[in-house]
């Protein structure tokens, strides 16, 4: 899915009203629609459910009003607040006209703001995509009594006072939704995790937005989902063996750390590796070959770290990172991988905190090479704190682009940048993958995807991130959030594949019938 700037949006519903010959009014019956239908199939509300909504004085204040109407005709009470203004839009003034008379409305003011008590729904349509400046005056004093009451607040398109696409000066009135539901599209907004406490949950409805306008906008920013990835990840064909699923170098483990090498290596083989090499110091060895049968082991020759890069030359990709430690030794391992590697490379975890403290070692990274940082590795990367999501979100988009790389920011919605600059946002996985060894189990994936030559170096690193928070909330279903561990996220990976290799059945043509019968 493209996430649009608020321009763009706006463009698509000029060019959808264009392309179908509907009027705005008639685009914004159709947001009313959807709204209406998500509130009483989601909270299946009594018929004496206070419902209270806040206009603005632009389309989303009509979104309100138009809302206000189905409300009422649904044999419910709502009752509307009007917020003040000098001038309001044509679909506003129509659909306060349309307003049936008794539908009772109010003009906000300062001083008798309403009580919106517990067990009320709140509808904010004051604000939506329009919003040019941070809310000041009564719009402010009306989003702080919103927020400070105990109603259910559900915003209309956007939390009133966010910006769509760019950060607001810290300390800004926005409302604070339980839930956002908003058009079609995602927006960038509901993606970063400073906007968490004003988005809350989200949720799109589809309102017929033209699906060939959206095809030609140009976008930098896209939300992953499964049909995204349909015919991306290659079914295993009949005769294949393991030499055609690539094998695997994965460097990792130091005394302490032998369980990070354990979860990537049991990743990487439930990832569909043909063969995985596992390098680990010799203090690893019964440890993995205990747990991780399936993988071969290859001792380095110091106990408790990596000290020598064995040879390359049998490898199809190569990982390097989980609980790699940061000694000297493994530091020189990895500048001499960095030299030397022909293939795709994954650099995760401590190889990417030596990067980062050996910054000039950056200059080394072969073409395409993958890096999966969290937001702290990511800033030793850079050397740069970032000002805030926005920023980083540019500096994660530069870096990709200087280095030639792919790279990873983890996170709730992990994006993965291009060295073309393009972002994808991924749109699996969920809290309980916030444990120790969840990124490990990734470069494990990560570094069977690319083991495998089928797939770009874009598409592993999508399947992979898509498949990994899947097989989290496949886990999940299972554990709980709290009890989820990273060896479930594993557990699920085969699971998780699966799920795309059959979502590309449905794409393919049907079966001929057989020649003869
Ligand atoms: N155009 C369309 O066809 C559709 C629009 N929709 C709705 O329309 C919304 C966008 O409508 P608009 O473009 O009218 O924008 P908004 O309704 O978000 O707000 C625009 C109005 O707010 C004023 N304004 C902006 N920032 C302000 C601030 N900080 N303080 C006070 N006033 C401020 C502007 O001068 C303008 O009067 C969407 O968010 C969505 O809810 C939906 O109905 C779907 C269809
Ligand atoms: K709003």
């Not at 294949?240 to 170098?249: E, I, R, V």
């Not at 919605?413 to 490990?440: I, K, R």
Request: charged letters at 20%; one cysteine or more; hydrophobic letters at 40%.
């Amino acid at each position: 899915m493209k996430i649009l700037s608020a321009a763009q949006t706006r463009a698509l519903d000029e060019g959808t009203m264009k392309a179908q010959g509907i009027t705005s009014l008639e685009l914004m019956e159709r947001a009313a629609t959807a709204l209406l239908n998500w509130l009483l199939d989601t909270l299946h509300p009594a018929a004496d459910t206070p419902f209270h909504i806040l206009c603005g004085p632009g389309n989303n204040g009509g979104d309100g009003l138009a809302l206000a109407r189905r409300l009422h005709q649904a044999g419910y009470q709502p009752e509307v607040w009007l917020l003040p203004a000098e001038k309001t839009s044509a679909d506003y003034t129509s659909n306060l006209q349309r307003l049936p008379a008794a539908v009772p409305r109010h003009e906000l003011h300062a001083r008798h703001l309403p009580t919106f008590p517990a067990g009320a729904v709140v509808l904010d349509a004051l604000f939506g995509t329009g919003l040019s400046r941070p809310l000041a005056g009564l719009a402010a004093q009306v989003v702080a009594h919103l927020n400070d009451s105990q109603a259910l607040c559900i915003a209309v398109d956007m939390p009133s006072g966010l910006l769509a696409d760019a950060p607001q000066p810290a300390g800004s009135a926005i409302v604070q939704a339980h839930y956002t539901l908003s058009f079609e599209l995602p927006k960038m907004a509901f993606l970063l995790p400073q906007n968490a406490d004003f988005v809350g949950e989200w949720e799109l409805l589809p309102i017929g937005l033209e699906s060939t306008v959206i095809h030609k906008l140009a976008v930098d920013n896209c939300f992953i989902e499964e049909n995204f990835l349909a015919g991306r990840y290659p079914r295993r064909p009949k005769f294949s063996h393991k030499g055609t699923f690539g094998h695997a170098l994965l460097l990792a483990g130091s005394q302490g750390k032998i369980g990070a090498a354990v979860l990537a290596s049991r990743a990487c083989l439930r990832g569909g590796v043909g063969l995985l090499t596992t390098r680990i110091p010799q203090v690893g060895y019964d440890i993995l070959q205990t747990t991780t049968p399936e993988a071969m082991c290859l001792l380095d020759p110091a106990t408790d770290y990596i000290s020598e890069l064995p040879d390359l030359q049998p490898y199809a990709a190569i990982g390097i990172g989980p609980g790699l430690g940061q000694e000297d030794a493994s530091r020189e391992v990895l500048r001499r991988l960095l030299e030397t590697a022909k293939v795709p490379l994954i650099i995760d975890a401590d190889a990417l905190n030596l990067l980062g403290a050996n910054r000039e070692l950056l200059k080394l990274l072969p073409p395409d090479t993958l890096l999966t940082p969290h937001p702290k590795e990511f800033e030793r990367l850079t050397g740069e704190p970032a000002r805030d999501d926005y920023h980083r979100l540019e500096q994660l988009r530069q870096f990709a682009r200087h280095h030639k790389c792919f790279c990873v920011l983890k996170g709730a919605y992990s994006a993965l940048a291009t060295p073309e600059g393009q972002v994808y946002f991924n749109s699996t996985g969920n809290p309980g993958m916030a444990t120790g060894g969840s990124g490990d189990v990734l470069t494990g994936l990560l570094l069977a995807l690319r083991a495998d030559k089928r797939l770009s170096a874009c598409n592993a690193a999508l399947i992979g991130l898509y498949a990994h928070g899947r097989a989290g909330d496949l886990a999940v279903q299972q554990t709980g959030e709290a009890g989820l561990v990273a060896g479930d996220i594993v557990r699920f990976i085969g699971p998780a594949l699966q799920e795309l290799t059959d979502a590309d059945l449905i794409t393919e043509p049907p079966l001929s019938p057989r020649r003869g019968g």
